[in-house]
């Protein structure tokens, strides 16, 4: 598979997950703020700030807003066009990568995504979101299902498929540990908290329910929610697919796939830091995570996971080291010393015959 | 428009004024031509409301599929559908195999003109075709006389666009021998009307344009590099920005090869190779959708960001082959153009099957006089421009517009062609209260392998503007799906 090609497939898919996981951040806050009550400025700068943080645009944000209102953030988040992760924005990165890809996807993939792209650039999007933004956010999410459930059921499993599959699950892996980071003020800086308020309760299950985690965690844990159980529940569970761990072990088996190289060895830098990362949260407890702190911990995690994808860009994706200078020259040098040769043979051929015949070049 | 109105037939024939023009559809007299009458019949039983409803839902399909190409210089990077239009151009079997056999005649003579120009020149010596004409033409690669191409083929896939005059007389209006596109559209375009009107098909044999993959695919078979059984094969494109983007994909997809671009290609000891993600793989033959000037830094413009350093210098070497050739482009000449019927007495002593348009050259000084004369009633066109810019209409232009084509032809003789105006026959087009006539053209697509096919019909364009003579897509064309029937009517 053609490197350039791997790459857009890498990144329409995960373009594809940011959109869907932006979405639901977004509709479970607003949805969120319904349930408090005597909302003044202040708090409401406190309820969006972390999310913005937690995307990672907080520097981006600034540039463009001067406060974290629920107008400013959701629009930052949604439509922004200057915002490189907004949902619009990741839906055309989807849509332009898709569309230099479109000899390896089905017409029904490319059709679905190009009609969310046309979707979210229409008036109609706008309309749509005024009026009900758990309409607007269920399209998107919905959307992005249908996409996953036709790659699914239509794509081949050949080496393309899999690095759809590395770009959804790296995605997926990093919006997960981003969204348990949301809250992290709220908790001690090591160690466990003991008890907590009301409030944080419906803010921890905001965010099981941005992970669309909720009904999965009920089935273990029941209706009582705290930070230690969301946190364990999202970073370490072998059977929630959206749980970090999880996500990295589909992650590695797909990288696995593509080069043929069995666990607990490795053929590149990408293979050896997924491995470890495997590792590290296989056998590591949620009391472990929550004395080196929570966010410490997480911090980590995404930090992991960018050198990752840096490996895999280098692995797969970038082997040209040459500009089109440089390019050139390799080509003039070759070419010059085939000349070289050329001559050299020919002289050999004549050497015995020197002054006989003249051949003009 | 009231319901009664919109719901009644269609008889799209009421109030129909084929003017003074040649109509494909309806005689002077005012009768239906034999070859539309089945089709007329069927139509009548859809409602005009009917007929709206299926071209809004082609028009959404096609931008839902993304069948459409980029608009230059729209920062929003816009894409547009290329407008269609539902009612098609038919063709009797006949007349389709007239032009069948007058496309065949002149892409042969086509290339043996560049077979001979870039070997012994004999057409030249003979004095046929004067040297000079050849020696100052854009696109004539010096650099290329003596190369071998592989079969001796230089036009892989020939655009030839026909045109009808006032009696309904065919004529060649240009050939299109470089990177011609358009073909997706005759593929999407029969596409929508299967969809649209499903029933016909059966009623009225129409013969199938879907082979057409299979022939470019076979026909670059056929040009591997020798010794290699199994060739890969790619598309070559400038990348998702060019305007015809979506058709590179399209063929790449339909032909299953895969579509590259120039970075994806590196050259190392005069052998081509993709980058993949398993290293270094082989290519044997590219479906070049790039220019010659931007297909090899090394050698053409060194400012090409688009191309592959060594490209050319591989092709030389025989271990690559290119489809088209490298320097086709001198046939696409408009001076050239004036010569071919020459060249098919001269290589095959034949008369053309199809005329040209009559056609006066600048550069001779008789013909240059009666143009400086007579600018008002031609069309004047750039030697080496297409997708009508470089284009002076005579009739439709203002003082200015003429004036600054008279300085230019002053100053650069050679790169300036004349023709009287064609009016050009007519179609009925569905405009927005019904039905009116439209000017069109008909690119056929030669493909050249190792024997000669042309899909049946081709692209129909249609100069949607009323009253507009330029069908070109990048100025307010369209198109139409083009029937060749199995019989004549």
Same mark, same amino acid.
């Given at each position: 598979?053609?490197?350039?090609?791997?790459?857009?497939?890498?990144?329409?898919?995960?373009?594809?997950?940011?959109?869907?996981?932006?979405?639901?951040?977004?509709?479970?806050?607003?949805?969120?703020?319904?349930?408090?009550?005597?909302?003044?400025?202040?708090?409401?700068?406190?309820?969006?700030?972390?999310?913005?943080?937690?995307?990672?645009?907080?520097?981006?944000?600034?540039?463009?807003?001067?406060?974290?209102?629920?107008?400013?953030?959701?629009?930052?988040?949604?439509?922004?066009?200057?915002?490189?992760?907004?949902?619009?924005?990741?839906?055309?990165?989807?849509?332009?990568?898709?569309?230099?890809?479109?000899?390896?996807?089905?017409?029904?993939?490319?059709?679905?995504?190009?009609?969310?792209?046309?979707?979210?650039?229409?008036?109609?999007?706008?309309?749509?979101?005024?009026?009900?933004?758990?309409?607007?956010?269920?399209?998107?999410?919905?959307?992005?299902?249908?996409?996953?459930?036709?790659?699914?059921?239509?794509?081949?499993?050949?080496?393309?498929?899999?690095?759809?599959?590395?770009?959804?699950?790296?995605?997926?892996?990093?919006?997960?540990?981003?969204?348990?980071?949301?809250?992290?003020?709220?908790?001690?800086?090591?160690?466990?908290?003991?008890?907590?308020?009301?409030?944080?309760?419906?803010?921890?299950?905001?965010?099981?329910?941005?992970?669309?985690?909720?009904?999965?965690?009920?089935?273990?844990?029941?209706?009582?929610?705290?930070?230690?159980?969301?946190?364990?529940?999202?970073?370490?569970?072998?059977?929630?697919?959206?749980?970090?761990?999880?996500?990295?072990?589909?992650?590695?088996?797909?990288?696995?796939?593509?080069?043929?190289?069995?666990?607990?060895?490795?053929?590149?830098?990408?293979?050896?830091?997924?491995?470890?990362?495997?590792?590290?949260?296989?056998?590591?407890?949620?009391?472990?995570?929550?004395?080196?702190?929570?966010?410490?911990?997480?911090?980590?995690?995404?930090?992991?996971?960018?050198?990752?994808?840096?490996?895999?860009?280098?692995?797969?994706?970038?082997?040209?080291?040459?500009?089109?200078?440089?390019?050139?020259?390799?080509?003039?040098?070759?070419?010059?010393?085939?000349?070289?040769?050329?001559?050299?043979?020919?002289?050999?051929?004549?050497?015995?015959?020197?002054?006989?015949?003249?051949?003009?070049? | 428009?009231?319901?009664?109105?919109?719901?009644?037939?269609?008889?799209?024939?009421?109030?129909?004024?084929?003017?003074?023009?040649?109509?494909?559809?309806?005689?002077?007299?005012?009768?239906?031509?034999?070859?539309?009458?089945?089709?007329?019949?069927?139509?009548?039983?859809?409602?005009?409301?009917?007929?709206?409803?299926?071209?809004?839902?082609?028009?959404?399909?096609?931008?839902?599929?993304?069948?459409?190409?980029?608009?230059?210089?729209?920062?929003?990077?816009?894409?547009?559908?290329?407008?269609?239009?539902? %009612?098609? +151009?038919?063709? $009797?079997?006949?007349?389709?195999?007239?032009?069948? *056999?007058?496309?065949? @005649?002149?892409?042969?003579? #086509?290339?043996?003109?560049?077979?001979?120009?870039?070997?012994?020149?004999?057409?030249?010596?003979?004095?046929?075709?004067?040297?000079?004409?050849?020696?100052?033409?854009?696109?004539?690669?010096?650099?290329?006389?003596?190369?071998?191409?592989?079969?001796?083929?230089?036009?892989?896939?020939?655009?030839?666009?026909?045109?009808?005059?006032?009696?309904?007389?065919?004529?060649?209006?240009?050939?299109?021998?470089?990177?011609?596109?358009?073909?997706?559209?005759?593929?999407?375009?029969?596409?929508? %009307?299967? +969809?649209?009107? $499903?029933?016909?098909?059966?009623?009225?044999?129409? *013969?199938?344009?879907? @082979?057409?993959?299979?022939? #470019?695919?076979?026909?670059?078979?056929?040009?591997?590099?020798?010794?290699?059984?199994?060739?890969?094969?790619?598309?070559?494109?400038?990348?998702?920005?060019?305007?015809?983007?979506?058709?590179?994909?399209?063929?790449?997809?339909?032909?299953?090869?895969?579509?590259?671009?120039?970075?994806?290609?590196?050259?190392?000891?005069?052998?081509?190779?993709?980058?993949?993600?398993?290293?270094?793989?082989?290519?044997?033959?590219?479906?070049?959708?790039?220019?010659?000037?931007?297909?090899?830094?090394?050698?053409? +413009?060194?400012?090409?960001?688009?191309?592959?350093?060594?490209?050319?210098?591989?092709?030389?070497?025989?271990?690559?082959? #290119?489809?088209?050739?490298?320097?086709?482009?001198?046939?696409?000449?408009?001076?050239?153009?004036?010569?071919?019927?020459?060249?098919?007495?001269?290589?095959?002593?034949?008369?053309?099957?199809?005329?040209?348009?009559?056609?006066?050259?600048?550069?001779?000084?008789?013909?240059?006089?009666?143009?400086?004369?007579?600018?008002?009633?031609?069309?004047?066109?750039?030697?080496?421009?297409?997708?009508?810019?470089?284009?002076?209409?005579?009739?439709?232009?203002?003082?200015?517009?003429?004036?600054?084509?008279?300085?230019?032809?002053?100053?650069?003789?050679?790169?300036?062609?004349?023709?009287?105006?064609?009016?050009?026959?007519?179609?009925?087009?569905?405009?927005?209260?019904?039905?009116?006539?439209?000017?069109?053209?008909?690119?056929?697509?030669?493909?050249?392998?190792?024997?000669?096919?042309?899909?049946?019909?081709?692209?129909?364009?249609?100069?949607?503007?009323?009253?507009?003579?330029?069908?070109?897509?990048?100025?307010?064309?369209?198109?139409?799906?083009?029937?060749?029937?199995?019989?004549?009517?």
């Amino acid at each position: 598979m053609l490197s350039r090609v791997a790459n857009c497939l890498f990144w329409m898919s995960r373009y594809v997950e940011r959109s869907e996981n932006i979405a639901r951040i977004v509709d479970v806050n607003l949805q969120l703020l319904l349930d408090f009550r005597d909302l003044d400025e202040h708090r409401l700068a406190e309820h969006w700030l972390p999310i913005i943080q937690a995307t990672g645009d907080e520097e981006a944000f600034f540039k463009l807003h001067s406060k974290a209102t629920g107008q400013t953030v959701t629009e930052f988040l949604v439509f922004q066009a200057e915002n490189p992760n907004s949902i619009v924005s990741s839906i055309s990165d989807a849509r332009e990568n898709a569309r230099m890809v479109r000899d390896q996807i089905t017409s029904e993939f490319w059709e679905e995504l190009n009609r969310l792209y046309l979707f979210v650039r229409s008036r109609q999007a706008r309309d749509l979101w005024n009026s009900s933004p758990f309409d607007f956010f269920q399209e998107i999410k919905a959307t992005s299902l249908r996409l996953q459930g036709m790659a699914d059921a239509t794509l081949m499993r050949n080496e393309g498929w899999l690095f759809m599959q590395l770009g959804k699950y790296i995605e997926r892996a990093d919006k997960t540990s981003r969204i348990l980071d949301v809250r992290y003020q709220t908790l001690p800086e090591h160690g466990v908290p003991k008890t907590i308020g009301q409030e944080e309760v419906l803010e921890w299950s905001a965010i099981l329910n941005s992970c669309s985690a909720w009904d999965a965690y009920k089935s273990i844990h029941g209706a009582e929610v705290h930070p230690k159980l969301v946190a364990e529940f999202l970073l370490l569970s072998e059977d929630f697919p959206r749980s970090f761990e999880m996500c990295i072990e589909q992650f590695n088996q797909s990288l696995r796939k593509i080069s043929a190289v069995p666990d607990g060895r490795f053929s590149n830098e990408a293979e050896r830091l997924t491995g470890r990362l495997l590792a590290e949260v296989q056998f590591c407890t949620i009391d472990e995570v929550f004395e080196r702190g929570l966010h410490q911990y997480l911090d980590d995690l995404q930090l992991k996971l960018n050198a990752i994808g840096a490996a895999i860009f280098t692995a797969y994706f970038f082997q040209s080291i040459k500009t089109m200078d440089e390019e050139i020259f390799v080509q003039q040098e070759e070419q010059q010393q085939q000349r070289a040769i050329q001559n050299e043979e020919f002289k050999m051929k004549n050497s015995g015959a020197i002054g006989t015949r003249v051949l003009n070049f | 428009m009231t319901t009664e109105q919109t719901n009644k037939p269609n008889n799209l024939l009421e109030g129909y004024v084929p003017d003074n023009f040649f109509d494909e559809m309806v005689s002077g007299t005012g009768e239906v031509r034999p070859h539309y009458k089945r089709f007329q019949e069927l139509f009548a039983g859809i409602t005009l409301k009917e007929f709206t409803q299926r071209c809004q839902s082609v028009d959404l399909a096609f931008l839902r599929q993304g069948v459409t190409f980029n608009v230059y210089g729209d920062s929003q990077g816009t894409e547009k559908i290329f407008p269609f239009d539902l %009612l098609p +151009r038919i063709i $009797p079997a006949s007349e389709w195999a007239m032009l069948e *056999r007058g496309l065949v @005649q002149r892409i042969t003579a #086509l290339n043996l003109f560049l077979h001979d120009i870039y070997h012994e020149q004999k057409i030249v010596k003979d004095g046929v075709i004067p040297a000079s004409y050849i020696l100052s033409g854009k696109h004539f690669r010096r650099e290329f006389t003596n190369f071998q191409v592989p079969k001796d083929i230089y036009i892989h896939v020939c655009g030839t666009d026909l045109i009808r005059g006032g009696n309904g007389e065919w004529m060649v209006l240009e050939d299109n021998g470089r990177c011609p596109s358009g073909v997706s559209y005759v593929l999407e375009n029969r596409r929508a %009307l299967k +969809r649209s009107f $499903p029933g016909m098909f059966e009623h009225i044999g129409i *013969r199938p344009v879907e @082979q057409y993959a299979e022939e #470019l695919l076979k026909s670059l078979q056929y040009i591997a590099p020798a010794g290699v059984a199994d060739p890969t094969i790619v598309l070559l494109t400038p990348g998702a920005h060019n305007s015809a983007y979506f058709e590179h994909t399209y063929l790449a997809r339909q032909m299953g090869i895969e579509i590259v671009e120039g970075r994806d290609l590196v050259v190392r000891d005069t052998r081509v190779f993709m980058r993949t993600t398993k290293g270094l793989q082989p290519v044997h033959v590219i479906y070049r959708r790039i220019d010659d000037d931007f297909l090899d830094p090394t050698v053409f +413009r060194p400012d090409s960001a688009l191309g592959v350093p060594g490209l050319i210098h591989a092709y030389r070497a025989g271990n690559v082959s #290119l489809a088209n050739s490298v320097g086709t482009g001198i046939a696409d000449d408009k001076v050239m153009y004036y010569f071919v019927p020459r060249m098919i007495k001269y290589y095959l002593d034949q008369d053309p099957i199809i005329p040209n348009v009559p056609t006066y050259l600048a550069s001779e000084e008789a013909d240059k006089k009666y143009m400086l004369e007579h600018l008002p009633e031609l069309v004047v066109k750039a030697a080496n421009e297409s997708g009508g810019y470089g284009m002076l209409m005579g009739p439709k232009a203002s003082k200015e517009e003429i004036e600054k084509f008279r300085v230019a032809i002053e100053a650069d003789p050679r790169n300036y062609v004349g023709q009287p105006m064609i009016s050009l026959s007519r179609h009925p087009t569905h405009v927005d209260n019904g039905f009116e006539g439209r000017h069109i053209d008909l690119r056929p697509y030669i493909v050249y392998g190792e024997k000669i096919s042309i899909v049946p019909g081709g692209l129909t364009r249609v100069a949607l503007r009323k009253g507009s003579l330029v069908v070109n897509s990048s100025q307010g064309g369209g198109s139409k799906d083009t029937w060749v029937l199995y019989g004549d009517e």
